[in-house]
C-alpha cells in the first residue's frame, strides 16, 4: 500500500518505526497513550514512527513489554546503534560507558563528546577525519548523539570533567557553533549529576598535555580509563595504569578554577562568540 515502504528501500530508522507502528496499532493504543505510558510527548512517538528520529535505545525494551513484541524493538535498535571503529573505542562504548556510576574526564583540545552539540560534533568530524565521506561524517556524528542519551537515563552518571581554557577559545565549527557550544555547557552544568572545571590556559602543571582520558567507576567492576592520544587508544583496569591516570587527574585538578569561576568564564565565552557565524 502507498507509504507503507513497498516499491524502496527502508532505513533502519523507517523500518523501526514501521514495526512500532503495528505492534502499537495492534496492542490498541494511540501514539498519545503509548506516549503516556512511557513519559514522552505524542510528536516523538509520530516523528519515529515516520522515521525521522530514531527511537532511543532506552526506550526500546520499554516499548517492547508494552507492546509484546518478544524483544523486536530492542534488537532492531540495538543493531542500528552498533558501534563501528577500534576494537578498545567500541569495548569502551559497549561495556564501559553506559554502566559507570562516575565519570572523570581531561580534555585539553575538545568539550569532551558526552557534552557536544550535533553542529560542534559535526564539525569535529568533518574538520578532524580527513578523506572522510559525508556519511563516515554522519555516522560518526549520530554515534556520538547517541552515548549521550545515558545522561537522560532515570540513574545517569555523575560526570566529573576537567577541560582547558583554550577548548572555550578554539573556532570548532565557527562563531554559532561556539556559541551554542558554550550555551550547552552552561545548561548542563546547572544538572546536580554534570560538574565542569576549566583549568586556566596558564597553569603550570603539564601532566594533561600528552592526552586526554576517561576515568570510569562502574559498581561491582574495577575502576577503568580509557586513554586516547595521536589516534591510538587503550582501554584498562589494570591497576598500576589506572593508579597512574588517577595520579594525573588529581594534578589537573588541582589546577582547575572553583565551578562557579569555571561557569563565569564559560559565560564570557559565550559572549565573545556571540553574534557570528
Given at each position: 500500500m502507498p507509504g507503507d515502504g513497498e516499491g524502496k528501500r527502508l532505513t533502519p530508522e523507517q523500518r523501526i518505526g514501521r514495526e512500532l507502528a503495528r505492534a502499537r496499532k495492534a496492542a490498541g493504543l494511540s501514539q498519545a497513550r503509548l506516549g503516556r505510558h512511557?513519559?514522552?510527548s505524542p510528536s516523538l512517538i509520530s516523528h519515529v514512527e515516520s522515521g525521522s528520529r530514531s527511537l532511543?535505545?532506552?526506550l526500546a525494551p520499554r516499548c517492547d513489554t508494552l507492546l509484546k513484541t518478544g524483544g523486536l524493538l530492542e534488537r532492531l535498535c540495538r543493531s542500528l546503534t552498533a558501534p563501528s571503529g577500534p576494537s578498545w573505542y567500541i569495548r569502551w562504548v559497549e561495556e564501559v560507558e553506559p554502566y559507570s556510576r562516575i565519570l572523570r574526564s581531561w580534555d585539553p583540545l575538545l568539550v569532551p563528546g558526552l557534552l557536544q552539540t550535533e553542529?560542534?560534533?559535526?564539525a569535529v568530524f568533518r574538520n578532524g577525519l580527513a578523506g572522510s565521506s559525508p556519511k563516515e561524517v554522519e555516522d560518526g556524528v549520530s554515534a556520538r548523539l547517541r552515548r549521550q542519551v545515558i545522561l537522560d537515563g532515570e540513574k545517569p552518571p555523575t560526570l566529573w570533567v576537567l577541560i582547558d581554557e583554550w577548548v572555550l577559545r578554539r573556532p570548532v565549527g565557527g562563531r554559532a557553533v561556539m556559541h551554542d557550544q558554550m550555551q550547552q555547557l552552561l545548561s548542563l552544568v546547572e544538572r546536580p549529576t554534570i560538574h565542569v572545571q576549566v583549568v586556566p590556559h596558564d597553569a603550570p602543571c603539564t601532566a594533561g598535555l600528552v592526552s586526554n582520558f576517561v576515568i570510569a567507576e562502574i559498581p561491582d567492576s574495577p575502576t577503568t580509563v580509557s586513554v586516547d592520544s595521536a589516534g591510538k587508544g587503550e582501554v584498562s583496569a589494570d591497576h598500576d595504569f589506572v593508579s597512574q591516570i588517577w595520579a594525573r587527574y588529581d594534578k589537573i585538578r588541582a589546577e582547575a578554577l572553583r565551578p562557579g569561576e569555571?561557569?563565569?568564564?564559560?559565560?564570557?565565552?559565550?559572549g565573545r562568540w556571540k553574534g557570528g557565524s
Amino acid at each position: 500500500m502507498p507509504g507503507d515502504g513497498e516499491g524502496k528501500r527502508l532505513t533502519p530508522e523507517q523500518r523501526i518505526g514501521r514495526e512500532l507502528a503495528r505492534a502499537r496499532k495492534a496492542a490498541g493504543l494511540s501514539q498519545a497513550r503509548l506516549g503516556r505510558h512511557l513519559g514522552v510527548s505524542p510528536s516523538l512517538i509520530s516523528h519515529v514512527e515516520s522515521g525521522s528520529r530514531s527511537l532511543r535505545i532506552d526506550l526500546a525494551p520499554r516499548c517492547d513489554t508494552l507492546l509484546k513484541t518478544g524483544g523486536l524493538l530492542e534488537r532492531l535498535c540495538r543493531s542500528l546503534t552498533a558501534p563501528s571503529g577500534p576494537s578498545w573505542y567500541i569495548r569502551w562504548v559497549e561495556e564501559v560507558e553506559p554502566y559507570s556510576r562516575i565519570l572523570r574526564s581531561w580534555d585539553p583540545l575538545l568539550v569532551p563528546g558526552l557534552l557536544q552539540t550535533e553542529p560542534y560534533a559535526r564539525a569535529v568530524f568533518r574538520n578532524g577525519l580527513a578523506g572522510s565521506s559525508p556519511k563516515e561524517v554522519e555516522d560518526g556524528v549520530s554515534a556520538r548523539l547517541r552515548r549521550q542519551v545515558i545522561l537522560d537515563g532515570e540513574k545517569p552518571p555523575t560526570l566529573w570533567v576537567l577541560i582547558d581554557e583554550w577548548v572555550l577559545r578554539r573556532p570548532v565549527g565557527g562563531r554559532a557553533v561556539m556559541h551554542d557550544q558554550m550555551q550547552q555547557l552552561l545548561s548542563l552544568v546547572e544538572r546536580p549529576t554534570i560538574h565542569v572545571q576549566v583549568v586556566p590556559h596558564d597553569a603550570p602543571c603539564t601532566a594533561g598535555l600528552v592526552s586526554n582520558f576517561v576515568i570510569a567507576e562502574i559498581p561491582d567492576s574495577p575502576t577503568t580509563v580509557s586513554v586516547d592520544s595521536a589516534g591510538k587508544g587503550e582501554v584498562s583496569a589494570d591497576h598500576d595504569f589506572v593508579s597512574q591516570i588517577w595520579a594525573r587527574y588529581d594534578k589537573i585538578r588541582a589546577e582547575a578554577l572553583r565551578p562557579g569561576e569555571t561557569v563565569k568564564m564559560i559565560k564570557e565565552a559565550r559572549g565573545r562568540w556571540k553574534g557570528g557565524s
